[in-house]
């Protein structure tokens, strides 16, 4: 791999006709011709407007896996499909790619060519397990399939039921499950289990390659760490090459052996994997790993809180025979960020949606500047507390322009000390973005521009609720100083729900942790995350160490590390 | 960790158990707003007696002579002098037992009127049924397997044209085309059974399915497209799933949809025969209502109104029923309420 | 265990697919000059009933073609042309009252049970339950036939009979918007709840609405004239095209024009009406995901 550099250096010059040599599109070569592995070159992506991914190579040797990693519109799923041939419609891939003995031309179109790729040669796991596998087929099925597959395509005899049946066993039992996974359905599996139970059915088809798509994006930090891990003790197993596509430059480190950084369609930076992380080259891979919040960060000040703003006390909620929330107590005082810390389905949205008076909770009292406030928005005022909330795509509403927004929130309130112009301002947008559509802004504008309104009314008290977790690591940390500058200026009280304990190390004075809708712990956040007392508190603690950037290792530069994050906002 | 959610083996007559428990518990929420439902509807056709204009007395007694002893005859034989209520409550007892009083129009009980047209209709609806099905899933699939190809296109115009066109005028040329201009198939009547029944119901029941043949081909290529650009699917060719494989999966899942809309246009060829028995003079159930209601034959057209919104009704809870059978998704949050 | 992801399907019905762009302009840009002369005739159409119903026993029953005549005469000698242009009028304007009548009363009761759920939900969706429990048709034929409505009499009842299944349709897109955050962020400004629903959140519903309408347009063509077609809604004598290929049934072998023509109006009427509200739906929906 030590030519990984200069290879990625090259692809920079390689031009888009250098597939036209091979006139066959899918051809085997002579097993003495070749090395095992994996290695591609001059992959390219075109879409409708251009180019999305440049010309890029790069080797993967059975046994290792290569990381690629970037933002949104980085184009690294780009490059994972285009080695399978699953790119959208409108877009197609040039170059050519050999696995094994098997060389192929990405720009082929006929699936009968693909089949001989996809499959035994190479196989693609989705980054969602709530979609990835069919809804209405029982797991072992799905499994099977991918078994039967395997023996037609290699023209062996076909198996029997039993043979069929032994192995998903076997599959599964590799994956970690038991056996009676197989009679389950899907939608009966939580996250976690869902891929491994994808897991299985990729490696039954025994494939060279693995292309893991944010494998493990749609699930709780807890068991993120667990996929990762059983995902590479499987391929030093298998002896497979893995390439893992990740925007978390955290969970790579010991994960991959080799890193690519991609940016705008380009890879930026290429190395081994502790070469990249211990002494980044390029600026953006630097303000990358500087933007992403790990716990092992330096904490906030633990500066006591002003007068107390908001409490809520013994707050309950039952959706259905669910218990989502038992007994929760929280306070804020002013100037003071406190954030609620649980994985999904720990009741953290519901105590702040409770709080907010979303929900109307069946028991508890919630005072605001010692005033008791109603349970529901019924009686409440805009003044008393705003919410930000997660999806920067559905916060604000798409038929309105960002002034009809702004100002509707103004008139809410019963007086404000802005206009529209002093709140774009607020939050450091140009006030020229007033007569936009969300739809013609960035996530990080729409979620300024949310964060603009809910301050509109002057609240007393602002709610967070995974207000960062949906952007951009680069555009993550944005927000964060962002909402810290405003807790300090204005002296807000802020309520910050978050599932991710690196932004908790970031911004809070406080954290309480929730577990099946019970507080299990709480206290500075500094006690909380360097001297965790509940099991529950140091499993989550020890799994967002592992997966997080040891920030002491890195040379920082601050100076490049704001130049580069600045043009990431530009519109798109 | 995660592996201790799944439930145990011996947990499994357990699971077995109570998903048989929700179905009992889902029938019976579904069958009893249907009854509430037909309470409801019962209640109005009842009311129609009394909300159609003219005289009650007048109505039932159609084109009989109104003497004295007729309209005494009628009061009683109706229970005209009871409050409201009692005779809706009479009425319906009898409609449970099967009786729903005497046609006005043809002096017969309406049981016997109906019973000698049930089959007429029954095969009418099942043979359009049969038709529309036959030839409107297997388009659907193909179509959205093809999408943007000329077959598809092709398919795609078909349905617009079966969507745009009324049934009656699709009757009416139908007729003239297979019936006048090349006599092969008979324009009129209902056959005298079996085959030549069949013979006769070939042209109505094509007609009827045009319409509805449309709908279902339109709702089963979303269904079937939608299924294609999932997911599960790209997973599928991901792992190098032959294309035979690719369209089960894809099928399976389409196949909950699919169900639906089988069921949903049944109810459309309800209303469908009204038109197509009229125009083709078949001796069925759409017919008789078309003629009841004209001569203002209400004990008919009462009967008959109870006995669609007892078969829709019927119609409904199947396919309800068939998404938490079929539909693991469903019966999985069923199973967790 | 994380409970299952179960996206809620809203239904629309594409007839054309995103199939060959340049290809569908064509078709409808046809559809749009075809309708937009269908309702200018529909327009005018009252002025033409004088004349189209003006009888001669001299000149009945002639073939298409004669002097005068272009499509020739029924059995009383009425121009079969003049006739079916008169006609336009009531087969155009009752589905257009039908169609945007059915959806405003689907859009203050749908998004009325959507948003404010409980109660009201229960009580619109019960009345809605009773209503989808008959098909339109054979309430229709009931209802209006026992009671003789004439023309707008049974339109208002379309109008009524329409609507709960536009209701069932605007609720569910309701019900789709009301979790998101631009809802709730509506509600933290304590935004009274008449504005919420109909300023913020059924602008978002229109696409859906707008697809609906359009194909209720062309429901309520059929619908309307399959009811005349049964001596229904209209008076005899009066110019109607269901009416028409009625009567035209026992003329067929002199002058096929007097049923042909209106029956592949009809059917060319709501092909337009289908192919145009497709196209523009979905050119809706682009601007909203957008």
């Known amino acids: 791999m030590s030519d990984m ?79 399978t041939g699953l790119l959208p419609r409108t877009t197609s891939a040039l170059g050519n790619a050999r696995i094994d003995d098997l060389q192929y031309d990405l720009s082929m179109t006929q699936t009968q060519q693909w089949h001989q790729v996809r499959g035994r040669r190479a196989v693609l796991l989705l980054q969602d397990p709530f979609t990835s ?22 023209g062996g005899k076909a198996l029997s039921r039993n043979e069929v049946k032994a192995e998903v066993t076997k599959r599964l039992a590799e994956v970690r499950l038991p056996s009676e996974t197989a009679k389950r359905f899907p939608a009966e599996l939580s996250g976690g289990m869902r891929q491994r139970v994808a897991i299985a059915a990729a490696l ?34 298998h002896q497979m090459s893995v390439i893992l596509i990740s925007h978390d430059l955290g969970v790579v480190s010991g994960r991959a052996d080799d890193l690519f950084v991609m940016r705008k369609g380009e890879v930026v930076e290429s190395g081994t994997t502790e070469e990249v992380l211990q002494s980044p080259k390029h ?13 092992t960060d330096d904490l906030q000040e633990s500066t006591p809180g002003g007068k107390t703003v908001l409490t809520a006390t013994k707050v309950s909620k039952r959706f259905g025979n669910f218990q989502a929330l038992s007994d929760a107590s929280v306070s804020v005082g002013k100037g003071e960020i406190v954030a609620i810390v649980g994985e999904s389905g720990s009741g953290k949205s519901t105590f702040a949606r409770c709080i907010a008076g979303l929900e109307q909770p069946e028991t508890g009292v919630v005072t605001l500047h010692g005033k008791e406030l109603s349970k529901g928005r019924a009686g409440r005022k805009p003044e008393e507390m705003q919410i930000v909330f997660q999806d920067p795509y559905s916060t604000l509403n798409p038929s309105f322009t960002i002034e009809q927004t702004l100002a509707e929130a103004l008139r809410a309130a019963e007086q404000s000390k802005y206009g529209v112009t002093e709140l774009l301002e607020l939050v450091e947008l140009d006030p020229e973005l007033r007569t936009r559509r969300p739809s013609q802004l960035s996530g990080g504008q729409r979620q300024r521009v949310a964060i603009a ?83 529950y508190t140091q499993m989550i603690v020890q799994a967002a160490e592992q997966d997080s950037i040891r920030r002491s290792d890195l040379n920082r530069n601050a100076a490049d590390t704001s130049a580069q994050l600045n043009d990431k906002e530009s519109t798109t | 960790m995660t592996a201790t959610e799944l439930m145990q083996p011996d947990e499994q007559s357990t699971r077995t158990k109570s998903l048989v428990r929700v ?136 349905s617009l044209v079966g969507l745009s066109a009324p049934s009656f005028a699709l009757a009416i040329l139908l007729l003239y085309l297979f019936a006048m201009l090349i006599p092969i198939f008979p324009a009129y009547g209902g056959g005298s059974g079996g085959l030549d029944t069949l013979w006769h119901l070939t042209l109505p029941a094509v007609a009827l399915a045009a319409g509805i043949g449309a709908i279902l081909m339109r709702m089963t290529r979303a269904a079937v497209l939608r299924e294609l650009q999932s997911d599960a699917i790209t997973f599928a060719r991901a792992r190098g799933l032959p294309e035979r494989d690719i369209r089960f999966i894809a099928l399976r899942a389409a196949a909950i949809p699919i169900v639906t809309s089988a069921g949903l246009i049944l109810t459309f060829i309800v209303g469908g025969t009204i038109i197509v028995e009229t125009v083709f003079a078949l001796p069925g159930i759409g017919s008789l209502l078309q003629e009841a209601v004209l001569f203002k034959d209400i004990p008919v057209v009462q009967a008959i109104t109870l006995l669609v919104a007892a078969l829709i009704a019927t119609i409904t809870i199947v396919v309800d029923m068939s998404y938490l059978l079929f539909d693991p998704r469903v019966r999985a949050k069923e199973l967790n309420k | 265990m994380t409970p299952p992801k179960i996206t809620p399907r809203t239904r629309m019905i594409s007839i054309t697919g995103k199939t060959k762009k340049k290809r569908m302009d064509l078709t409808v840009l046809l559809s749009g000059v075809g309708l937009a002369i269908v309702f ?160 913020h959140i059924v602008p978002n519903v229109w696409p859906l609405i707008f697809a609906n309408l359009m194909l209720n347009l062309g429901i309520a063509l059929v619908t309307l004239s399959s009811l005349s077609f049964l001596g229904i809604g209209v008076a005899p004598g009066t110019p109607d095209w269901g009416r028409q290929i009625a009567d035209g049934r026992s003329v067929m072998a002199d002058n096929p024009a007097m049923l042909l023509i209106p029956a592949l109006l009809i059917v060319l009427v709501t092909m337009a009406i289908n192919l145009l509200g497709d196209h523009l739906s979905e050119r809706l929906r682009e601007r909203g995901i957008q």
């Open chain 1, 5 to 83: 550099n200069s290879s990625a250096k090259n692809s920079m010059k390689s031009s888009i006709n250098s597939d036209a040599k091979s006139a066959t599109k899918v051809e085997k070569l002579a097993a003495e011709e070749t090395v095992p592995g994996v290695s591609v070159r001059g992959l390219s992506v075109h879409g409708p407007s251009g180019v999305i991914v440049e010309p890029l190579d790069f080797d993967v040797a059975p046994g290792r896996t290569l990381a690629i990693i970037g933002e949104s519109g980085s184009g690294k799923s780009m490059t994972a499909r285009a080695i």
């Open chain 2, 23 to 158: 179905l009992a518990r889902t029938l019976g929420i579904r069958l009893l707003g249907v009854l509430a439902i037909l309470l409801v509807i019962s209640f109005l056709t009842f009311s129609l007696v009394y909300l159609a204009p003219g005289d009650i007395v007048k109505n039932l007694l159609g084109n009989r002579p109104t003497s004295p002893e007729a309209v005494a005859a009628i009061r009683a034989q109706y229970n005209l002098d009871d409050p409201f209520l009692m005779r809706y409550f009479d009425w319906i007892l009898n409609a449970l037992r099967g009786d729903f009083g005497e046609s006005i129009r043809l002096q017969q009980p309406v049981t016997t009127v109906l019973s000698a047209r049930l089959g007429y209709t029954f095969a009418l609806m099942s043979l359009s049924f049969l038709v529309a099905l036959v030839v409107a899933i297997p388009m659907g699939v193909l179509s959205a397997e093809r999408e943007g190809r000329a077959s598809d296109r092709l398919a795609s115009t078909l």
């Open chain 1, 133 to 154: 596998l069919s809804p209405v087929i029982r797991c072992g099925e799905q499994i099977a399939l991918t078994i039967k597959a395997r023996v037609q395509a290699a």
């Open chain 1, 283 to 295: 600026p953006y891979t630097r303000a990358l790993l500087e933007a992403n919040p790990s716990i």
């Open chain 1, 453 to 535: 309104r809910a301050l509109a009314p002057n609240p007393s008290l602002l709610i967070c609720d995974e207000s960062v977790s949906a952007l951009d690591v680069s555009v993550q940390a944005q927000i964060l100083d962002l909402l810290a500058r405003l807790r300090d200026e204005l002296g807000l009280a802020m309520l910050f729900i978050t599932h991710d304990l690196g932004v908790v190390t970031r911004i809070a004075n406080r954290a309480l942790v929730l577990q099946n809708g019970s507080i299990v712990e709480q206290g500075e956040t500094g006690a909380v995350l360097r001297n965790p007392q509940h099991p």
């Open chain 1, 204 to 237: 039954a088809a025994e494939p060279r390659l693995l292309i893991a798509d944010e494998p493990t994006t749609a699930l709780d930090a807890s068991n993120q760490g667990g996929v990762l891990d059983l995902l590479r003790e499987l391929q030093l197993q």
């Open chain 3, 40 to 199: 200018i005739v529909a327009a005018i159409s009252p002025l033409l009933i004088e004349a189209a119903t003006k009888q001669s026993i001299l000149d009945a029953l002639l073939p298409p073609g004669s002097p005068g005549h272009l499509l020739g005469t029924d059995e009383l000698g009425r121009d079969v042309l003049l006739l079916t242009l008169a006609g336009t009028g009531s087969a155009i304007v009752g589905p257009v009252v039908i169609a945007t009548g059915s959806m405003l009363l689907a859009i203050i009761f749908g998004t009325l049970a959507g948003y404010l759920g409980g109660t009201v939900d229960a009580i619109i969706g019960r009345i809605v339950d009773v209503l989808l429990s008959l098909p339109v048709m054979l309430l229709a034929i009931v209802v209006a036939g026992i009671f003789g409505a004439g023309y707008w009499v049974t339109v208002t009842l379309l109008v009524i009979l329409f609507s709960p299944s536009d209701i069932r349709i605007v609720r569910a897109g309701v019900t789709e918007q009301v979790p998101r955050p631009y809802v709730e962020a509506a509600q933290m400004l304590s935004l009274s709840r008449a504005r919420i629903m109909y300023r």
